[in-house]
């Protein structure tokens, strides 16, 4: 029947030989061996389509057409005794799988190399248990976050991505959505943010917030004030806040002369801003303060941190004196005990940043802590102030943090809901959001 070869099967091989008188009379020359005759037709077709032209087998290759014939007809009627009515079965599953076949290569795109069935939708989700189902089980209430998802018992929710496109939807452009951004930086007064780090940190802190403002469009620098990252000063030399704040004044000395900047420091950094605000107030647009010392006229940061002697004695107890001068002088600066860096500094940051922290922070030059600020109103005042409050704060805490606000009112307050002294860490996203914000507030309107 149409092309065939022959093989020799493993079952065929293991049989014993017969004599050779039944051999002769099996008839044939070449019946010294079983032979299984195998039809070309694929292997699914043979068990679904035309099971009754599957392989059958022949006492010798030179039988008879007529005794082959008869073989089949016994073969047939056995099979048709063993399944009654599977010739009808075979026909409908026949017919079925024609219909299936051509119906799934009508749907197939013809331009991609993967097959997707045609009755199932293109996308399927997880869906979360509602409050209702969830109290009809261990507990009552609302899901909790942390609970693992379950799967619909009833199927799966086609996405929204499968949706077809309405003749209302807007048309989205290639770019859109990227310009959508940009125009955030377009809207800005100034496209450059200048970071300063805070007291023992360097550039480094920043590098979470370095990444979300370059994504966003923004030129940003981040500073290494004098002792700090990689300054090769040692922090027991530095006698001044000039001295300290010399990085930045450089860094201010060397822009355009029409060109301005949003400003940023953290912690003690807020000293050095002040610093700078009044030595170049027509460079600086507006002036961030995050959890930062902001200092009124007169005021020197180890004022502003003695009003809360006695209130905060875990900050005292991680703080450890350098006198590199003899104990007979004033401290020269101010480390951290590694031990207490997480309840200090670090108690809602990752664990991650903690570890580069650790091997990373210098100690704090006590001189400039202890040197009074002197800046005006016409300079400092003129700059637009804004203040950043972090929550969960344990190294500055959010009552001197309010006291700061209250003494030298910025134009506006925000809160970082949930963050520690290094909300760049513990809530870069957040943080973002906050700066971008405040880089959108138009400009005054001169009078």
């Given at each position: 029947?149409?092309?065939?070869?022959?093989?020799?099967?493993?079952?065929?091989?293991?049989?014993?030989?017969?004599?050779?008188?039944?051999?002769?009379?099996?008839?044939?020359?070449?019946?010294?061996?079983?032979?299984?005759?195998?039809?070309?037709?694929?292997?699914?077709?043979?068990?679904?389509?035309?099971p009754s032209l599957s392989c059958s087998g022949s006492s010798s290759t030179?039988?008879?057409?007529?005794?082959?014939?008869?073989?089949?007809?016994?073969?047939?009627?056995?099979?048709?005794?063993?399944?009654?009515?599977?010739?009808?079965?075979?026909?409908?599953?026949?017919?079925?799988?024609?219909?299936?076949?051509?119906?799934?290569?009508?749907?197939?795109?013809?331009?991609?190399?993967?097959?997707?069935?045609?009755?199932?939708?293109?996308?399927?989700?997880?869906?979360?248990?509602?409050?209702?189902?969830?109290?009809?089980?261990?507990?009552?209430?609302?899901?909790?976050?942390?609970?693992?998802?379950?799967?619909?018992?009833?199927?799966?929710?086609?996405?929204?991505?499968?949706?077809?496109?309405?003749?209302?939807?807007?048309?989205?452009?290639?770019?859109?959505?990227?310009?959508?951004?940009?125009?955030?930086?377009?809207?800005?007064?100034?496209?450059?943010?200048?970071?300063?780090?805070?007291?023992?940190?360097?550039?480094?802190?920043?590098?979470?917030?370095?990444?979300?403002?370059?994504?966003?469009?923004?030129?940003?620098?981040?500073?290494?004030?004098?002792?700090?990252?990689?300054?090769?000063?040692?922090?027991?030399?530095?006698?001044?806040?000039?001295?300290?704040?010399?990085?930045?004044?450089?860094?201010?000395?060397?822009?355009?002369?029409?060109?301005?900047?949003?400003?940023?420091?953290?912690?003690?950094?807020?000293?050095?801003?002040?610093?700078?605000?009044?030595?170049?107030?027509?460079?600086?647009?507006?002036?961030?303060?995050?959890?930062?010392?902001?200092?009124?006229?007169?005021?020197?940061?180890?004022?502003?941190?003695?009003?809360?002697?006695?209130?905060?004695?875990?900050m005292q107890q991680a703080q450890i004196f350098l006198y590199a001068n003899?104990?007979?002088?004033?401290?020269?600066?101010?480390?951290?005990?590694?031990?207490?860096?997480?309840?200090?500094?670090?108690?809602?940051?990752?664990?991650?940043?903690?570890?580069?922290a650790s091997v990373s922070m210098r100690p704090i030059p006590f001189a400039?802590?202890?040197?009074?600020?002197?800046?005006?109103?016409?300079?400092?005042?003129?700059?637009?102030?804004?203040?950043?409050?972090?929550?969960?704060?344990?190294?500055?805490?959010?009552?001197?943090?309010?006291?700061?606000?209250?003494?030298?009112?910025?134009?506006?307050?925000?809160?970082?809901?949930?963050?520690?002294?290094?909300?760049?860490?513990?809530?870069?996203?957040?943080?973002?959001?906050?700066?971008?914000?405040?880089?959108?507030?138009?400009?005054?309107?001169?009078?």
């Amino acid at each position: 029947m149409g092309n065939s070869f022959t093989c020799i099967s493993h079952e065929d091989e293991q049989r014993p030989k017969k004599s050779s008188g039944s051999r002769r009379k099996g008839g044939g020359s070449n019946s010294g061996k079983y032979i299984r005759r195998l039809s070309l037709i694929p292997s699914f077709r043979r068990r679904t389509l035309l099971p009754s032209l599957s392989c059958s087998g022949s006492s010798s290759t030179s039988s008879s057409k007529k005794g082959g014939i008869k073989a089949k007809k016994k073969i047939r009627e056995r099979h048709h005794q063993d399944h009654h009515g599977h010739d009808k079965d075979s026909h409908i599953i026949q017919e079925q799988t024609l219909a299936a076949t051509n119906l799934l290569f009508n749907q197939t795109p013809r331009n991609s190399n993967s097959v997707v069935p045609p009755n199932f939708r293109r996308s399927t989700s997880v869906v979360y248990p509602s409050t209702q189902s969830a109290g009809s089980g261990t507990g009552s209430g609302p899901v909790s976050a942390a609970q693992t998802p379950k799967k619909s018992t009833s199927g799966f929710v086609k996405s929204a991505s499968s949706r077809q496109r309405s003749s209302t939807d807007p048309l989205i452009k290639p770019n859109q959505l990227v310009d959508k951004e940009l125009n955030k930086v377009e809207g800005a007064e100034t496209k450059r943010f200048v970071l300063v780090h805070g007291g023992g940190f360097g550039a480094w802190c920043w590098y979470k917030t370095i990444t979300l403002l370059e994504k966003h469009g923004f030129l940003v620098d981040a500073v290494d004030l004098t002792g700090s990252g990689v300054s090769s000063i040692d922090t027991n030399n530095i006698t001044s806040l000039a001295h300290y704040s010399k990085p930045l004044l450089h860094f201010f000395e060397s822009l355009k002369p029409a060109e301005k900047v949003i400003l940023v420091g953290h912690d003690f950094g807020g000293a050095c801003m002040s610093y700078a605000m009044e030595m170049f107030p027509t460079k600086i647009s507006k002036a961030i303060f995050i959890s930062a010392a902001m200092l009124a006229n007169g005021q020197s940061t180890l004022d502003l941190f003695n009003q809360q002697l006695g209130s905060n004695d875990l900050m005292q107890q991680a703080q450890i004196f350098l006198y590199a001068n003899g104990k007979k002088n004033p401290p020269t600066a101010i480390d951290f005990d590694r031990s207490l860096l997480r309840d200090v500094l670090f108690n809602q940051s990752p664990p991650k940043d903690l570890a580069l922290a650790s091997v990373s922070m210098r100690p704090i030059p006590f001189a400039p802590v202890g040197e009074k600020l002197h800046v005006s109103e016409k300079n400092y005042g003129s700059i637009r102030r804004f203040y950043i409050k972090t929550m969960e704060d344990y190294a500055v805490p959010v009552s001197l943090q309010e006291a700061m606000i209250k003494t030298n009112p910025p134009e506006q307050v925000f809160q970082l809901k949930g963050s520690d002294h290094v909300p760049f860490f513990s809530r870069p996203q957040s943080l973002n959001r906050i700066l971008l914000e405040i880089s959108q507030i138009p400009a005054r309107k001169s009078s």
